[in-house]
């Protein structure tokens, strides 16, 4: 079936790094235009990054930008996030997401496969 | 604070009729599509909506989306307890060049 699994997440302290992964199975994941999602403990969701499909288009939140970085491995089905810098403000779950599309215009916030989300902690 | 502004709460009986809004700007809702993601306890979200007004397959049409101006908003009629849950609405935004979500509504079933 279509899945999405999150993982990598853990305790971390401020300033330090985390690569979150994200395993797709269930359908042909080259093809889907992924984001990260997170919600931060009792908050309500914030768009993290987005990827096309093939890796060339690129957007990240102004929160993180400079710190975070997505990309994606089409060969192992794969979606990727590497978090430097961390901050305390950075604890939440984050959620991969994503849809079909391998049009020119792929980066709404058009998500109909999720993950369950795995937890970061930040924290000295 | 969200750029997509929603309620913090709503609420209806069964059966009832319930409206949540979703208020934006030009460079977001007035120029994009909305969508309206719908989060049970303790799980991931799940896409309810779709370009304004489009359901999914498997979203019963008891829920419908509308979109006019720099606002949108999410109807369901027919509350049953099953759709307590917390709703957000999400958007492009051109000036930003990124995604957008409302702060999200919290919908009792009472």
């Known amino acids: 079936q279509v899945q999405l699994v999150e993982s990598g ?3 971390v302290q401020p300033g330090g790094s985390l690569r979150l992964s994200c395993s797709a ?9 992924m984001h990260w999602v997170r919600q931060a403990p009792g908050k309500g969701l914030e768009w993290v990054a987005f990827i096309g499909y093939d890796g060339s ?11 975070f970085t997505i990309s994606r491995d089409n060969s192992k089905n794969t979606l990727s996030l590497e978090m430097n810098t ?6 939440a779950v984050y959620y991969c997401g994503g849809r079909s599309c391998t049009g020119a215009v792929c980066y709404g916030p058009y998500m109909d496969v999720w993950g369950k989300g795995t937890t970061v902690i930040v924290s000295s | 604070q969200s750029v ?10 069964p059966g009832q009729r319930v409206t949540i809004s979703c208020s934006g ?42 979109n006019s101006g720099t606002s ?19 958007a492009w935004d051109d000036r930003l060049s990124g995604v957008i979500f409302g702060g999200g509504t919290k919908l009792t079933v009472l």
């Not at chain 2, 109807?75 to 759709?83: N, P, T, V």
């Open chain 1, 9 to 11: 997440g853990g305790v």
């Open chain 1, 25 to 33: 199975s269930g359908f042909t994941f080259s093809n889907y235009a």
């Open chain 1, 57 to 67: 288009n690129r957007y990240y939140a102004d929160s993180v930008k400079g710190r």
């Open chain 1, 86 to 91: 961390l901050r305390t403000e950075d604890t």
């Open chain 2, 4 to 13: 997509l502004t929603q309620p913090p709460s709503a609420s209806g009986t």
């Open chain 2, 25 to 66: 700007s030009s460079s977001n809702i007035g120029s994009n599509y909305i969508y309206w993601y719908q989060q049970l306890p303790g799980t991931a979200p799940k896409l309810l909506m779709y370009r304004n007004n489009q359901r999914p397959s498997g979203v019963p049409d008891r829920f419908s989306g509308s």
């Open chain 2, 72 to 90: 949108g908003s999410l109807a369901i009629s027919g509350l049953r307890s099953e759709d307590e849950a917390d709703y957000y609405c999400a």
